[in-house]
């Protein structure tokens, strides 16, 4: 089956990049995707790419997607005590609605 | 748009009593995910729907476990007995599914806690 791994903590000092990885093992994944959740939130998408994409850039976020390893990352440009939370990435097959997800990455913020 | 609503946002009983969890989907939407987050397991989906047809409960516990969806714009997810292992934050998402790809989007979650 599927599967989508990520490190579990991340620590980064305040207006340093953040880069948070993945790795999945399916290769008919389309979509992967990045979601946030701050403390007794649910999840919010953040970004998303495309399977034939390798880099997606949407303000202080960055996405690059390495298909052949299997490889996706987050940058987050000047990173803010804001961003602190768990970070999630989940990959879809195509003609299936399921998302598989990692196990976030918890990421603080050092002041 | 109000989002994802569920309720309540918490939820605590005794073992062996009846849960019912709800949810609200975003008006349009046309499939929804119910999810369970634990420490120990991260974040299972248990079932979804689709045009309010259940299409995949492969993640659904066991028989104590039971989701409806009588139209589209409501949800129930069902424990019953609950036991003290169904201690968990239960999401709710909702997403349009069409060629271009579907973007799920999650409610903020009930934390159920069973003494």
């Known amino acids: 089956g599927e599967d989508v791994e990520q490190s579990l903590f991340l620590s980064v000092r305040e207006g340093d990049s953040s880069v948070i990885n993945c790795t999945y093992t399916?290769?008919?994944?389309?979509?992967l995707y990045w979601y946030k959740q701050e403390p007794g939130a649910g999840l919010q998408l953040l970004t998303y790419i495309f399977s034939n994409m390798d880099m997606k850039q949407d303000q202080r976020l960055t996405v690059l997607l390495n298909k052949k390893d299997k490889h996706l990352s987050l940058r987050i440009a000047d990173t803010q005590t804001g961003d602190s939370a768990i970070y999630f990435c989940?990959?879809?097959?195509?003609?299936?609605?399921?998302?598989?997800f990692g196990t976030g990455t918890r990421l603080t913020i050092i002041p | 748009d109000a989002g994802v609503i569920q309720s309540p946002r918490h939820e605590v009983t005794e073992m062996g009593q009846e849960v019912t969890l709800r949810c609200k989907p975003i008006s349009g939407h046309n499939s929804l995910f119910w999810y369970r987050q634990t420490m120990m397991r991260g974040l299972e989906l248990l079932i979804y729907?689709?045009?309010?047809?259940?299409?995949?409960d492969s993640g659904m516990p066991e028989d104590r476990f039971s989701a409806k969806m009588p139209n589209a714009s409501f949800s129930t997810l069902k424990i019953q007995p609950s036991e003290p292992r169904d201690s968990a934050v239960y999401f709710c998402?909702?997403?349009?599914?069409?060629?271009?790809?579907?973007?799920?989007?999650f409610g903020p979650g009930t934390r159920l806690t069973v003494t």
């Open positions: 989940a990959e879809k097959d195509f003609g299936n609605e399921k998302l598989t």
């Open positions: 399916d290769s008919s994944s389309t979509y």
């Open positions: 729907f689709n045009n309010n047809v259940p299409i995949d």
């Open positions: 998402a909702s997403s349009l599914t069409g060629p271009a790809g579907s973007e799920q989007y």
